[in-house]
């Protein structure tokens, strides 16, 4: 896997370019991974694996429509967000970590098998 943004002087012209990218970046900065972009594909996805099998995932086609999700080990959705990109990735950064009791773990539905 490649980070979709190579890290160093570059993000700060990426950023300044298209500022709403900083978001993808703060994500970068916490661990996320992002899968490289294929040709004709109109969307970003990117990741975040926890210890126990759990997993974070955003869904980016434009900074106006993103989805944030976590799957448990067994790929069921316990969390789910739509909105803008900053709204997502807010909601992802305050979202507990899934060994705390706070954390969401009732299933929603069924996520993609990853991998």
């Known amino acids: 896997m490649v980070n979709l943004i190579a890290p160093g002087a570059g993000d700060a ?9 900083q978001h993808l970046l703060d994500l970068r900065d916490g661990g996320w991974r992002f899968l490289p972009i294929e ?3 109109d969307r970003i996805d990117g990741f975040r694996q926890w210890p126990g099998g759990w997993r974070d995932a955003i869904r980016l086609k434009d900074s106006g429509d993103a989805l944030g999700l976590r799957l448990d080990r067994d790929y069921a959705i316990t969390w789910e ?3 803008s990109l900053a709204d ?4 992802l950064l305050l979202l507990p970590n899934p060994g705390s009791r706070l954390a969401p773990r ?10």
């Open 13 to 21: 012209a990426v950023v300044a370019a298209y500022p709403e990218l």
């Open 39 to 41: 040709a004709g594909r």
């Open 81 to 83: 967000y739509t909105g």
């Open 88 to 91: 997502v990735v807010q909601e």
């Open 106 to 115: 009732l299933a929603r539905g069924r996520g993609p098998r990853l991998g």
